[in-house]
């Protein structure tokens, strides 16, 4: 295997070193707020204003984050890697793009898009999105956050299952196997032959899936695989 085709899925775990919550951190924005209300389609419904300033929040955090050395050795592996390199995200901040990362494919949508759900047309989200805003296409006003609700459908996911058909390595990074498909792309690749790996801190729902465990924080254990790949 000279140039093995890799498919990499990250998680919330890799933007915690750059001061961007997981979901179960204690005193992060998901502790005051409940799934229900703020990501579900139901929710928006039910009161708009406390989803898009939710989101608005998470926005301006994200803003200011960082990209840590996890982020910079995965981009490091697309630039240099000979085979094929997908990156997939479960995040909703561009850390991956502000480390240099190219093509990074996101799963569960953008904080820096907005999405019309009358007309379906997408563009830059204003930092602060407001209620109501109206649709540069159809002008309705319709806007929304560009984020995957629970109960939708997450983006890419024909790209993604064919790259994971190819796949001689996955690897899965800061991510709890609690929220499917992405929680399944591990028996995917298994399936195919790809050899697996788990780079988390806490082992993930789905960890006795994987050949290969490394815990640790991603600023370690990511840029120590990279030199392993590369290294062949
Ligand atoms: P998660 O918060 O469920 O899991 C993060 C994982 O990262 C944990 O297993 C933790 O051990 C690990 N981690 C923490 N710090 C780390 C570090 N420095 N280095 C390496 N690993 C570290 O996040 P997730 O798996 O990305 O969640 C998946 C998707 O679930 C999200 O994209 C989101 O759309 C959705 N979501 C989940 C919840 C929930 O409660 N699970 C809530 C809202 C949305
Ligand atoms: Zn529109």
Not at 22 to 39: M, S
Request: net charge negative.
């Amino acid at each position: 295997m000279t140039h093995p085709s890799i498919v990499i899925l990250t998680g919330a775990g890799i933007s915690a070193e750059s001061g961007l919550g997981t979901f179960r951190d204690e005193g992060g924005l998901w502790a005051q707020h409940r799934i229900e209300d703020v990501a579900t389609p139901e929710g928006f419904a039910r009161n708009p204003t406390l989803v898009v300033d939710f989101y608005n929040a998470r926005r301006a955090q994200a803003h200011e984050a960082v990209p840590n050395a996890g982020h910079a050795a995965l981009a490091r592996l697309q630039a240099e890697h000979k085979g094929e390199v997908l990156l997939v995200t479960q995040n909703v901040d561009s850390l991956h793009e502000k480390a240099g990362g190219s093509d990074v494919v996101h799963m569960h949508g953008e904080l820096a898009s907005a999405l019309c759900s009358n007309c379906g047309h997408r563009w830059t989200a204003p930092l602060h999105m407001e209620v109501g805003e109206a649709c540069p296409t159809c002008a309705q006003p319709t806007a929304r956050p560009d984020i995957v609700w629970f109960g939708e459908i997450p983006y890419h996911m024909e790209r993604i299952e064919a790259a994971l058909a190819q796949a001689d390595i996955f690897a899965a990074i800061g991510t709890s196997g609690n929220v499917y498909p992405a929680a399944g792309f591990v028996q995917m690749a298994r399936y195919v032959g790809a050899r697996t790996v788990e780079m988390n801190l806490d082992p993930s729902q789905t960890v006795d899936l994987f050949e290969d465990t490394r815990p640790g924080k991603a600023s370690e254990t990511v840029p120590q695989w990279v030199d392993d790949v590369l290294n062949g």
